[in-house]
């Protein structure tokens, strides 16, 4: 497998999120990722998000690409890893079973205190995310990789959704 470039490291996560920092980071990389290819590219289209990682991975990231990585792209991830992290990290999978989690210094929630943070922290990612594809649409003349290809033609009129059960959002096509 080739790989993986990550636009968010645990240690990041950790102090800007609601991650504790005693948590293995082999178990947070693939919520980033996932959250990155699940969330963050579709918001992006695919040209300018590997316009992203060959930046991040080339450590080049500048520019106009540097103001929407760091104060858009980053803050919409932390708060969407947030919320897969909510449902995830109370979950472990093993060889045998799938189970909840324990800790000797925290006791679990009960599934509706879960649910009720679960609702704030979805509500809090898609006010991020509204104000990444609002910063795209205002800056789309300046950056050419957005909407550049058929395929991400469909990006040119994302209109974030405001249904909270409508964890996709509405893509309208022009």
Same mark, same amino acid.
């Given at each position: 497998?080739?790989?993986?470039?990550?636009? !968010?490291? +645990?240690?990041?996560?950790?102090? $800007?999120? %609601?991650?504790?920092? *005693?948590?293995? @980071? /082999? #178990?947070?990389?693939?919520?980033?990722?996932?959250?990155?290819?699940?969330?963050?590219?579709?918001?992006?289209?695919?040209?300018?998000?590997?316009?992203?990682?060959?930046?991040?991975?080339?450590?080049?990231?500048?520019?106009?690409?540097?103001?929407?990585?760091?104060?858009?792209?980053?803050?919409? !991830?932390? +708060?969407?890893?947030?919320?897969? $992290?909510? %449902?995830?990290?109370? *979950?472990?999978? @093993? /060889? #045998?079973?799938?189970?909840?989690?324990?800790?000797?210094?925290?006791?679990?929630?009960?599934?509706?205190?879960?649910?009720?943070?679960?609702?704030?922290?979805?509500?809090?990612?898609?006010?991020?995310?509204?104000?990444?594809?609002?910063?795209?649409?205002?800056?789309?003349?300046?950056?050419?990789?957005?909407?550049?290809?058929?395929?991400?033609?469909?990006?040119?009129?994302?209109?974030?959704?405001?249904?909270?059960?409508?964890?996709?959002?509405?893509?309208?096509?022009?």
């Amino acid at each position: 497998m080739a790989g993986k470039i990550y636009f !968010l490291d +645990a240690k990041n996560w950790e102090n $800007y999120g %609601f991650i504790n920092s *005693n948590i293995d @980071t /082999n #178990k947070l990389k693939p919520i980033i990722l996932r959250t990155q290819k699940l969330r963050i590219e579709p918001i992006l289209g695919t040209t300018l998000f590997d316009k992203l990682q060959a930046d991040v991975e080339g450590a080049s990231v500048s520019g106009i690409y540097k103001t929407l990585l760091d104060d858009y792209v980053l803050d919409c !991830l932390i +708060a969407y890893c947030d919320w897969s $992290y909510s %449902f995830h990290g109370r *979950n472990q999978m @093993t /060889n #045998k079973t799938v189970g909840a989690n324990n800790d000797q210094y925290i006791s679990s929630n009960p599934v509706s205190e879960n649910n009720d943070l679960r609702d704030q922290l979805i509500k809090e990612a898609k006010q991020f995310e509204r104000k990444l594809i609002g910063w795209l649409q205002d800056n789309r003349t300046d950056i050419p990789e957005y909407c550049n290809t058929e395929a991400d033609k469909c990006h040119q009129s994302i209109k974030p959704s405001t249904n909270d059960g409508d964890y996709m959002g509405s893509i309208l096509i022009a």
